[in-house]
């Protein structure tokens, strides 16, 4: 199992970007920028007075200046309605889905093959089988289908007799698909968060807290935060009733049902990287209490093989963990797989669906390091100074070449595009930098491209490969456009200066209220400045760790730097530090330590 300290450095830096492989890290200190941020205001300080010192500087830089805001975060409260019939799309929803539990109607749930994409089918399937509804998943093959609605799955829906398309976390990019629905005898309703462009499809409904005219708080919600909402919806307080105003038949779920529900929410929310803000916030901390007693038997077997103590679950361990294994299904071969185990009661079943994913997520691994390596060479090769980089093979796997981006993006700082190319069509997954909207620079290119859509850190698409030249082209020139003469460094961004005097055991505690953290809510990040290097060796397999005994000579610390190992050689006697500060448990023994994110040179500028 890894530990709680590897865990949290493999995390904070996969969300800032700045992964260093091995052999760029003698030049880290010349690669990176470290971002203080500047003190809270008299104001906000007056405003916290209730917290200690430190932690107003936490709360001030995640937003938080009034005491009621700061409270209400720290509780795991939001400060606004939270009521789903503020979706817009959400009682037409609503009504159509009755309507079907009324006439019996067949029912799919039709999904994606990630994790969100995975839970939220398992999520909406699971409640609408509690109202009583004959309602089945249907999780495209990504090597036979690719991504989102495809008019094929929908007529093979429409054949076996289904009347009510439900798609979740995908769908807002598809109004052919939607007008073929209609052509085959199908309603469809739309449930998606990723970003809508030009015409939305034409459907029962659509429900996106993106779409123009939306009304609800809340615009990042992942997809199985949205299909959560329905299910909300769906089990309001008031019983639904047929036309003649009879109350209806439909099934109602006990009250605690909803809550069972949370350990899916939060899988699929922190596995997607939806901010853990706001309300996804309160959601994954909900359900991180949920999978910490959960009765579902997958989620059991899938910690097990894992390494992941149920009892003490956390954000980490579902972004490092469980959520990887659950992903490499849907990469290597179905995904059915993975919703199958989220599902399963049987522990035989279950136990055997959680060992085949961990086999395959260490097949994942070594397929996406060999593939990296392949496409670094390809893209250097074609501009070694590119500002974005790009590289299609029809070797690829597409099921791990975004994976692939993102280490080229982790390595060396630059938007990155990876695909396989197969007959006529290749298609691409991208990853980004803070500074490209890869999403939007993709919007420059629709008369180039077949399909597209994403966030602004990832995406994906699918081109002619007539047009892939020309595509290539433009979107290098929309790069050179927006990140010409900008300083391209991975940047560390630290919560506030802090002397070694100031790391107690009370501070552990105050910054467990931040917690769940992630994207958007990111760790609590310190710097302290020439400290003394008292001892120094490496650690780890390969020696790839750098185990260091620091001093202001009255305090001492350990640190470990993760990664940091071919460091020790020239390493100086007195070090800036950036870090988080963390409790490491070992043999039973709790000392506290700092957890290394970056090391510089004392009075190296940042």
């Not at 530990?3 to 492989?21: D, N, Q, W, Y």
């Not at 202001?552 to 020239?570: C, E, N």
């Amino acid at each position: 199992m890894l530990s709680v300290s590897k865990l949290l450095s493999r995390f904070a830096k996969a969300l800032c970007h700045t992964i260093i492989p091995e052999d760029k890290q003698e030049s880290m200190t010349q690669r990176t920028r470290w971002l203080v941020s500047p003190p809270l205001t008299p104001q906000a300080n007056e405003n916290l007075a209730e917290f200690p010192p430190l932690m107003r500087q936490l709360l001030f830089n995640r937003g938080y200046a009034t005491a009621a805001e700061a409270r209400a975060f720290v509780e795991g409260r939001v400060t606004f309605d939270t009521a789903p019939s503020q979706m817009k799309g959400m009682d037409a929803t609503v009504a159509r889905i009755r309507a079907a539990l009324e006439r019996r109607e067949p029912i799919a749930v039709y999904g994606d093959y990630d994790v969100d994409g995975v839970t939220a089918t398992a999520l909406l399937v699971q409640a609408l089988q509690a109202l009583g509804a004959d309602a089945r998943p249907y999780i495209p093959n990504r090597f036979e289908e690719g991504y989102g609605l495809n008019n094929e799955a929908l007529d093979l829906l429409a054949k076996d007799g289904v009347k009510l398309v439900i798609s979740v976390d995908c769908g807002i990019r598809s109004p052919e698909e939607a007008r073929h629905a209609r052509t085959v005898g199908l309603d469809l309703i739309i449930t998606d968060h990723h970003e809508p462009a030009g015409e939305l499809p034409d459907a029962c409904a659509v429900v996106n807290p993106k779409q123009e005219g939306d009304a609800y708080p809340e615009k990042y919600l992942a997809g199985v935060g949205i299909a959560y909402k329905i299910a909300q919806a769906l089990m309001a307080d008031e019983r639904p009733k047929t036309n003649d105003g009879v109350p209806s038949s439909v099934v109602r779920p006990s009250s605690d049902f909803l809550d069972s529900l949370l350990d899916l929410v939060a899988l699929g929310t922190v596995a997607d990287l939806a901010p853990l803000t706001g309300e996804n916030r309160l959601l994954v901390r909900a359900g991180l209490c949920q999978m910490r007693q959960t009765r579902r038997q997958g989620l059991f077997s899938l910690a097990n093989v894992s390494g992941v103590p149920v009892a003490s679950i956390t954000a980490m361990h579902i972004g490092f963990l469980l959520g990887p294994r659950l992903n490499a299904a849907g990469r290597l071969d179905s995904a059915t797989a993975a919703y199958d185990l989220l599902t399963a009661a049987d522990l035989k079943i279950a136990g055997e669906l959680a060992q085949k994913l961990d086999g395959q997520n260490r097949e994942r691994q070594a397929l996406t390091r060999k593939i990296q390596a392949e496409a670094e060479a390809m893209a250097l090769a074609d501009d070694p100074d590119a500002l974005l980089m790009f590289a299609v093979s029809p070797d690829f796997n597409s099921g791990v070449v975004g994976l692939a981006a993102a280490r080229l993006v982790e390595t060396y700082y630059r938007p990155a595009i990876v695909g396989q190319q197969n007959g006529e069509t290749t298609r691409c997954s991208c990853r980004s930098i803070p500074e490209f909207h890869i999403t939007h620079a993709l919007d420059q290119c629709t008369d180039l491209l077949v399909r597209h859509g994403g966030h602004a850190a990832a995406a994906g698409f699918t081109v002619r490969n007539e047009n892939l030249e020309a595509l290539k082209a433009r979107l290098k020139a929309v790069a050179a456009e927006q990140l010409a003469g900008l300083d391209l460094r991975p940047t560390f961004t630290a919560d506030a200066e802090a002397p070694l005097a100031d790391l107690k055991h009370d501070l552990l505690k105050q910054l467990e209220q931040l917690q769940p953290t992630g994207y958007g809510n990111p760790e609590a990040v310190f710097v302290t400045r020439g400290a003394v290097v008292k001892s120094a060796r490496t650690v780890g397999a390969d020696a790839k760790h750098l185990k260091l005994t620091l001093s202001d000579g009255r305090y001492t610390f350990d640190a470990i730097g993760f990664r940091l190992g071919p460091r020790l050689d020239s390493l100086p006697g007195r070090l800036d530090v950036l870090y988080t500060f963390e409790a490491n448990e070992y043999n039973g023994r709790v000392s506290l330590q700092l957890n290394l994110k970056d090391i510089k040179s004392a009075g190296t500028p940042d």
